[in-house]
């Protein structure tokens, strides 16, 4: 299967009689939030049912940790979702990232582990036994801390992850799939929370990335944030009342805002109306009423779009190309059905983008191909994906040298030499960035790596090799051997995000507990009824009941 | 060509084993005056047969391995050769006598290749006639016309067959003379 696991959706595909396939769910839908809640009874909802929970428990429904995934508790993006989440956001060891809901304490991968355990119950009660390997997606330009923490979600999820595989490039695949073509294609991937923009070169079997360019704090949240603080500005001027401070109206509000958001897509004006927003101290209650024409909204969200062409700049930069030399454009990611983006994408490439890839699914069907591919045997067609950002060697002085440049195809590996600097030296450490300054605070810390067990010699006589190499999943591997007798190095990470193997194993075992459901037991009823009213013959594929979990 | 087959098992094993003894050319199967269309296809041809993706679904992992590492191997060929600077150093190296330390393109080949585009940047070939230039670009800047045109004549004792150095003593040389007048 593919699993496309989005900031705000997720969905999975699967190759079927040789065609890509989305799976919906027993209720008929394609897309499924990626929204965690945790309700009093201890059951665990994902999905769309969990995102009705955003408002009424507010503080255990978890949304958006895509944001989060694989980041520090010291990062700018975490401060930025500290001060929006309603949900409690808490430092964990290493300084990662934990989310505390009720009396748990969970992971980031944890919660992705959820979504991405019903994306597999989905596709388990479709064909009617278990599947366990996957081809996940991640957006191009995530780091290796943030590619293996995806990893880290499969395998907590009890999955098999075949492949990491980004966004844009499985977007491509889908595309160019069995259409023996050759065109230089741009993907323009505007999802919930993150940006990429991918130009790839698609001949008859083989799908060449060029360059990839993004943006991993970008997205429709940041476009429903700006609704948002309009509204409360709105709100604050008319009664002085500043509704950030209360979340309860802050997560009605963000409903609202992406309500208006969507309305946007195909009217002019969108009408939002709020009812019993907040309630002051002498118990009486406010409405929030308020009118959105699209052209204001536009000027709101200006700059955001405006962003996203300086990073389609780069992207053409890399590769060498003007936007003239693109054949075709496709659209990627929810937020591309706004209209403001299809103009702004339209003038920009002075082209009409393809309107038969759905943006929604895409990402899916492609990452399903991708399954399918490495699965069997015969598969004609390749696919050459670069690293996005440069891999940096961490040197004095807060400075860092370039060992591996953004958009190199991978796999790759590069070696470097250390010597020790002092008498029987037994241990050299090194710290490995990704980004594109030279300074080391400009970048991201990947880790620092320990090689010890060094055998002794004066300084100067112990040559060490260290090769850094990026895998086909994007992920960095680090090891180290002694030059003259080729004796490998131990190697540990001291500071690293992630999940120590300990940490998954005991998160996965937790995770069998679990019970998981995208509907509530009352509400399931209740909307099957409905369903069924409503569908008056109903196909096999939704008639099949769910193997017990 | 299917390397799948298990036939070809073995010699991809062997490949593997063997591959650090290969130069870039010879790992891409091209001729050292390749064009870069030649390179690209060979690139394709080779990623086509040998892509750790086609081997996926195998179960022998030590052949998987093998082609992992293969492959990393055609990337890096292709990666290098596709940088002209990068290709013209490389090819230098890997025929001359230290060949064998120059198979593949590390960080000291690098290094080397900016040194010797910088220094073909450079106007100055020699230690005197560089310090003078330096001078002379500060001369210029403040507009000493005087002072640029004696470094000028100084750097041009050094290094007599500068072209760069005698077409701008001539025209330092008019500015000067236009200010005196």
Not at chain 1, 212 to 219: I, K, N, R, S
Not at chain 1, 339 to 357: D, K, L, M, T
Not at chain 1, 520 to 533: C, F, G, K, Q, W
Request: charged share 25%.
């Amino acid at each position: 299967m593919g699993i496309d696991l989005g900031t705000s959706n997720a969905c999975v595909a699967i190759v079927e009689n040789g065609q890509p396939t989305v799976v919906a769910n027993e209720w008929g839908e394609f897309n499924h939030a990626s929204v965690v809640s945790f309700l009093d009874d201890g059951t665990v909802l994902v999905g769309n049912d969990a995102k009705r929970q955003m408002i009424i428990n507010h503080e255990n429904t978890i949304y958006s940790v895509k944001r989060l995934i694989g980041r520090f508790y010291f990062a700018e993006e975490v401060k930025k979702a500290l001060a929006l989440m309603p949900y409690h956001i808490v430092e964990g060891p290493n300084n990662s990232v934990r989310i505390a809901v009720r009396d748990q304490v969970y992971s980031v991968p944890e919660i992705s582990a959820m979504v991405l355990k019903e994306m597999k119950a989905i596709v388990e009660a479709h064909v009617g036994h278990a599947v366990r390997k996957a081809v996940v997606t991640v957006p191009a330009f995530f780091n290796d801390n943030q590619r293996q923490a995806t990893k880290d979600a499969g395998r907590i999820a009890g999955l098999e992850v075949l492949r990491i595989l980004n966004e844009p490039t499985a977007a491509a695949l889908a595309y160019g799939f069995g259409q023996n073509m050759a065109q230089k294609v741009a993907v323009y991937d505007l999802g919930g929370g993150t940006f990429d923009v991918s130009i790839l070169e698609i001949g008859t079997d083989v799908f060449e990335v060029i360059s990839t360019a993004g943006d991993t704090y970008l997205g429709g949240d940041d476009f429903d944030d700006r609704i948002v603080q309009w509204l409360c500005n709105q709100f604050g001027q008319q009664f002085k009342v500043d509704l950030r401070q209360d979340k309860y109206s802050l997560a009605k509000i963000k409903e609202a805002a992406e309500k208006a958001k969507n309305t946007l897509s195909e009217s002019d004006v969108a009408h939002i109306h709020v009812p019993l927003v907040y309630t002051d101290a002498e118990g009486f209650s406010y409405d929030l009423d308020a009118d959105l024409p699209r052209n204001q909204f536009n000027q709101m969200v200006l700059d955001l779009v405006q962003r996203t062409f300086k990073v389609c700049d780069e992207a053409l930069q890399s590769a060498r190309l003007t936007a003239a030399d693109i054949d075709g454009v496709i659209l990627v990611g929810g937020p591309t059905r706004l209209p403001v983006i299809r103009n702004s994408v339209r003038h920009y490439f002075q082209r009409e983008p393809n309107a038969e890839v759905d943006p929604d699914i895409v990402v899916g069907l492609g990452a399903s191909i991708q399954a399918h591919a490495l699965l069997s045997e015969g598969t004609q067609t390749f696919l050459l994906d670069v690293t996005p950002q440069t891999l940096r060697l961490g040197t004095v002085g807060g400075y860092s040298e370039a060992i591996i440049d953004k958009n190199t195809p991978i796999p790759i590996d590069r070696t470097r030499t250390f010597t020790t600097a002092r008498d029987n030296q037994e241990k050299v450490q090194i710290k490995i960035f990704q980004g594109e300054g030279r300074r080391t605070d400009e970048c991201t810390l990947l880790g620092q790596f320990e090689f010890s067990g060094l055998r002794k010699a004066p300084r100067g006589q112990v040559k060490i090799e260290v090769t850094f190499e990026i895998d086909t999943d994007g992920i960095v591997n680090v090891s180290a051997r002694d030059i003259d007798t080729g004796q490998e190095a131990s190697t540990t990470i001291s500071l690293s995000s992630g999940l120590s193997e300990q940490d998954i194993k005991n998160a996965a075992a937790r995770h069998e507990n679990i019970q998981v459901v995208d509907r509530a037991p009352e509400a399931a009823a209740d909307v099957s009824a409905r369903e069924t009213a409503m569908l008056p013959a109903q196909d096999d594929e939704t008639a099949v009941n769910r193997p017990p979990r | 060509m299917d390397y799948t087959d298990p036939s070809y098992h073995p010699q991809l094993k062997q490949l593997a084993a063997t591959i650090d003894q290969l130069d870039y050319y010879e790992i891409l199967n091209l001729q050292q005056d390749a064009s870069t269309a030649q390179l690209k296809e060979s690139y394709f041809s080779q990623s086509r047969a040998l892509h750790p993706d086609r081997f996926y679904h195998l179960p022998d992992e030590e052949l998987k391995t093998a082609i992992h590492k293969i492959y990393k191997r055609i990337t890096e060929a292709y990666v290098i050769l596709k940088d002209p600077q990068k290709r013209a150093k490389y090819t230098a190296d890997v025929n001359g006598p230290q060949r064998q330390e120059k198979l593949r393109f590390n960080e000291a080949a690098e290094e080397e290749a900016k040194k010797e585009q910088e220094e073909a940047r450079e106007v100055c070939k020699t230690p005197k006639g560089r310090k003078l230039w330096r001078t002379v670009e500060q001369d210029l800047r403040d507009e000493k016309w005087d002072a640029a045109y004696r470094n000028l004549q100084s750097i041009s004792l050094w290094e007599p067959g500068n072209p760069t150095i005698a077409e701008l003593k001539a025209t330092v040389d008019k500015k000067r003379k236009g200010l005196t007048k």
